[in-house]
């Protein structure tokens, strides 16, 4: 099915000029077209539209892996009470009893919070089988590092860093995108419900209003 999603500003990622109302076309998980809703719209007109507020971007790298997703818990909303609703790590994650399920479920709740935070892919080593099923089944991608990243452990990429800095890697140029051997690129990518760049690197990735993952969306604010 295609699909074309569109926003208020379209940011390539990479210093390109901003695109006002600018789309993408998504055949399956393949980016098939990038360009303005118009020029789109015109040349698929079958097409079914998504439109969403504020910035389309590229989906989000998260540094942080193994800190988020296997040295930490994130409760259950059930144990708020008890244990709050932020992750928890060093000692008081030591004193929680765990199993292999409970640490299964609480990376599978990470990530979901991740996607809700733009993010396709962390870097990082991840060996706990548990960890990596949940990142696996969830589609998120694991790019390497050479240590440990500056700066605070935090589920937004964008915390001190620029839109260049925090994206996996930037949306292809304008026009249509002919397949390659390997099926051409992803359809993955994220929307923001902020103005513009500089609003988005101030406000956070918080302002996650959908995630789009190998064309799937997993993850959409209610």
């Given at each position: 099915?295609?699909?074309?999603?569109?926003?208020?500003?379209?940011?390539?990622?990479?210093?390109?000029?901003?695109?006002?109302?600018?789309?993408?076309?998504?055949?399956?998980?393949?980016?098939?077209?990038?360009?303005?809703?118009?020029?789109?719209?015109?040349?698929?007109?079958?097409?079914?539209?998504?439109?969403?507020?504020?910035?389309?971007?590229?989906?989000?790298?998260?540094?942080?892996?193994?800190?988020?997703?296997?040295q930490a818990y994130h409760p259950d909303p059930r144990e708020a009470d008890e244990l709050g609703s932020e992750p928890l790590t060093g000692e008081a994650l030591a004193a929680l009893p765990m199993t292999e399920a409970r640490r299964g479920a609480g990376a599978r709740r990470g990530v979901q919070r991740l996607l809700a935070h733009g993010v396709v892919a962390v870097a990082g080593?991840?060996?706990?089988?548990?960890?990596?099923?949940?990142?696996?089944?969830?589609?998120?991608?694991?790019?390497?590092?050479?240590?440990?990243?500056?700066?605070?452990?935090?589920?937004?990429?964008?915390?001190?860093?620029?839109?260049?800095?925090?994206?996996?890697?930037?949306?292809?140029?304008?026009?249509?995108?002919?397949?390659?051997?390997?099926?051409?690129?992803?359809?993955?990518?994220?929307?923001?419900?902020?103005?513009?760049?500089?609003?988005?690197?101030?406000?956070?990735?918080?302002?996650?209003?959908?995630?789009?993952?190998?064309?799937?969306?997993?993850?959409?604010?209610?």
């Amino acid at each position: 099915m295609l699909t074309i999603h569109t926003a208020d500003l379209l940011l390539a990622g990479d210093g390109r000029p901003p695109l006002p109302g600018g789309a993408v076309l998504v055949d399956g998980r393949r980016l098939a077209a990038v360009g303005p809703y118009d020029v789109l719209a015109d040349a698929r007109p079958a097409a079914r539209t998504r439109r969403w507020p504020g910035v389309l971007t590229p989906g989000l790298l998260n540094p942080h892996g193994p800190e988020l997703l296997e040295q930490a818990y994130h409760p259950d909303p059930r144990e708020a009470d008890e244990l709050g609703s932020e992750p928890l790590t060093g000692e008081a994650l030591a004193a929680l009893p765990m199993t292999e399920a409970r640490r299964g479920a609480g990376a599978r709740r990470g990530v979901q919070r991740l996607l809700a935070h733009g993010v396709v892919a962390v870097a990082g080593d991840l060996w706990r089988p548990a960890v990596v099923d949940a990142v696996h089944r969830a589609g998120l991608s694991v790019e390497q590092r050479s240590g440990p990243p500056a700066g605070p452990v935090t589920l937004d990429p964008l915390a001190g860093r620029s839109l260049a800095e925090a994206i996996l890697l930037p949306l292809p140029p304008e026009g249509a995108l002919p397949p390659d051997a390997t099926g051409g690129a992803d359809a993955t990518f994220a929307v923001f419900d902020v103005p513009d760049e500089a609003a988005h690197v101030e406000r956070g990735a918080a302002t996650c209003v959908a995630t789009v993952l190998a064309g799937r969306l997993v993850h959409r604010r209610r």
